[in-house]
């Protein structure tokens, strides 16, 4: 319903607290480049360069007719989270909307692999959803998943409608806080994350 939009604002704005002058920014999982296209309009040019890196072909194709239309700066590449076509210590920040539920098999060493491209000191920035905890949002989230978002989804999608797959993935993927054990294990520090919506959403931001 729109939320998104919000969460990824969100994200965006913790970015402008920063010095991002010359800086190499990595949309992990851009898909059709939406958040990198947000970052960008914000950015204002400041000889940043900007990377869309996703694994799905027919993603990266819907991302190229935005960049055409926008007239965007920013680069797309398709490659696997857990195999980074990088260079090591080559990007000074990373960004992700709702995807790391999405590489559940793979997410330890795709935070592996996000931790070897960052630079010494770079920061990660994901935008996750989640199951909320409090006792009366947690109901009606569940209620939303499994009985609102279907009708609307299949009234929106028809046949293309990914069934369960997205209430499935939020509701098995955890919670904030063994997420940030992930990133603790994978070896960042200043791990800390800001809920977004009641912990419909979570922010989590780390360093290398």
């Known amino acids: ?21 010359g800086s190499v920014i990595l949309d992990l999982g851009t898909g059709t480049g939406d958040l990198l296209f947000d970052i960008e309009g914000v950015l204002d040019r400041k000889d940043c360069s900007l990377i869309g890196m ?8 819907v991302a190229y007719e935005k960049w055409q239309r926008k007239g965007s700066q920013s680069s797309f ?3 696997d989270a857990s195999a980074l ?9 990373i960004v992700s909307a709702f995807v790391m539920r999405n590489i559940k098999k793979v997410l330890d060493s795709s935070l592996l692999e996000i931790k070897r491209v960052l630079k010494h000191s770079g920061k990660v920035s994901i935008l996750e959803m989640y199951v909320p905890q409090n006792f009366v949002l947690k109901a009606l989230h569940r209620a939303y998943l499994n009985r609102i978002l279907p009708l609307w989804g299949r009234w929106i999608c028809g046949s293309s409608w990914s069934g369960d797959y997205l209430p499935q993935t939020i509701l098995e993927f955890g919670s904030p806080d063994q997420f ?29």
């Not at 319903?1 to 002058?21: A, F, I, P, Q, T």
């Not at 960042?188 to 419909?200: A, D, H, M, S, T």
């Open 77 to 79: 590449l398709q490659a």
């Open 85 to 93: 076509p990088l260079v090591s210590n080559s990007v000074h920040r």
């Open 1 to 21: 319903m729109g939320l998104d939009r919000g969460w990824r604002k969100n994200l965006v704005s913790s970015l402008l607290k920063e010095d991002l002058g």
């Open 180 to 208: 940030s054990k992930k990133l603790e294990v994978a070896g960042f520090r200043e791990i800390n994350y800001r809920i977004l919506l009641g912990g419909v959403a979570v922010l989590h931001t780390a360093t290398k």
């Open 54 to 61: 996703d694994f799905s072909s027919q993603m990266l194709n």
